[in-house]
């Protein structure tokens, strides 16, 4: 059988929850996974050094058999520098969130008034703590990220020296930024390398491939795999995985969210073997954002078997995304 190894593997864009939703996605992660940036957008938003503290001690406990680093955030408010001093140590990053773009979201900023701002990120610029961006506008769901990239003009030039993330980009105008500014990067997600909108509402809903930014164009797709299958030194792999109960996306009103986390690497070897790339994949999923985020993460060998596998109904009761379908990789051995 043909394998292939990857070496700390790391997802830099993920919602584990919290409570018993916590306690059934955090283990998914840590079996695979080195090491997560968890996002903070919980009920209420992870904003002090306390709540960061706390959310970790919670992770961990959920993981206590595999060897996995949380790497923290904040949700962002306009922090003064004493604050920040004092949590650095805490975190790996802060993220943003537009009020009330997705889920959590309503505690978010409402205007990118710079001066309002320039405390906060002239502070995260000199401390050196990363933005992380969900870059959307609040206008028709096909343009809010391309109608964003202003903004992000507006923060790259005032705050050159300040590291921002585009998170879970979409588009090919968001591809384009990334080599605008020296100080943009981003994340993509593995379903926003397969899905297009039409593999969610082309035909009956698929709510379990709904997600926010929601899936967009094939000249979108291609833009994203261009730069995803060269790891461009810019970008690096966040599945953005979001797990919600069944309940909450088999309904009307479905909640957005792809839960890819169990499922990532294998999905990932798929894609890029397709491509003939599988030797770029090291750098996508762990080498650049080593080297972005400067961090360097524990061992962690996963070796992935060309096999047949049959992506499970449910994980603990969390739907994945292709549920029940065949896909070419599995997980053969951790080390």
């Known amino acids: 059988m043909k394998t292939h190894t990857l070496l700390m593997p790391l997802d830099m864009h993920l919602h584990l929850r919290d409570a018993v939703m916590l306690e059934n996605v955090a283990p998914l992660s840590a079996y695979s996974f080195s090491g997560a940036l968890i996002m903070p957008n919980l009920v209420p938003p992870v904003t002090t050094i306390e709540d960061v503290k706390a959310y970790k001690e919670r992770i961990i406990a959920a993981v206590p058999n595999d060897y996995f680093e949380p790497y923290m955030t904040l949700f962002y408010k306009n922090y003064d520098k004493r604050f920040l001093s004092e949590v650095k140590e805490h975190i790996t990053a802060i993220k943003l969130y537009p009020a009330g773009i997705t889920t959590n979201s309503e505690g978010g900023v409402s205007s990118f008034d710079i001066e309002e701002m320039r405390e906060t990120l002239d502070a995260m610029s000199i401390l050196g703590i990363p933005l992380c961006v969900h870059g959307e506008t609040d206008g028709f769901v096909m343009d809010r990220e391309a109608e964003f990239m202003n903004i992000y003009d507006l923060l790259a030039t005032n705050f050159p020296d300040l590291k921002i993330i585009m998170e879970h980009i979409t588009t090919k105008e968001a591809v384009a930024m990334l080599d605008k500014h020296k100080n943009l990067y981003a994340t993509i997600t593995v379903h926003h390398l397969l899905l297009t909108l039409d593999d969610v509402v082309g035909g009956m809903m698929m709510p379990h491939n709904f997600c926010k930014p929601i899936a967009k164009r094939p000249e979108d797709l291609d833009a994203l795999l261009s730069v995803a299958l060269e790891a461009h030194p810019k970008v690096m792999f966040g599945s953005d995985s979001a797990p919600h109960s069944k309940e909450k996306?088999?309904?009307?009103?479905?909640?957005?969210?792809?839960?890819?986390?169990?499922?990532?690497?294998?999905?990932?070897?798929?894609?890029?073997?397709?491509?003939?790339?599988?030797d770029n994949l090291q750098a996508f999923v762990s080498d650049n954002a080593q080297n972005i985020y400067g961090i360097c993460p524990e061992f962690k060998e996963v070796i992935l078997e060309k096999r047949?596998?049959?992506?499970?109904?449910?994980?603990?009761?969390?739907?994945?995304?292709?549920?029940?379908?065949?896909?070419n990789w599995a997980i053969e051995s951790i080390e």
């Open 249 to 278: 996306k088999e309904c009307s009103g479905c909640a957005a969210g792809v839960f890819s986390a169990p499922i990532a690497l294998q999905l990932l070897c798929e894609i890029f073997e397709q491509y003939d790339k599988l």
């Open 308 to 327: 047949p596998f049959v992506i499970p109904d449910t994980y603990n009761g969390v739907v994945p995304m292709y549920a029940g379908k065949i896909i």
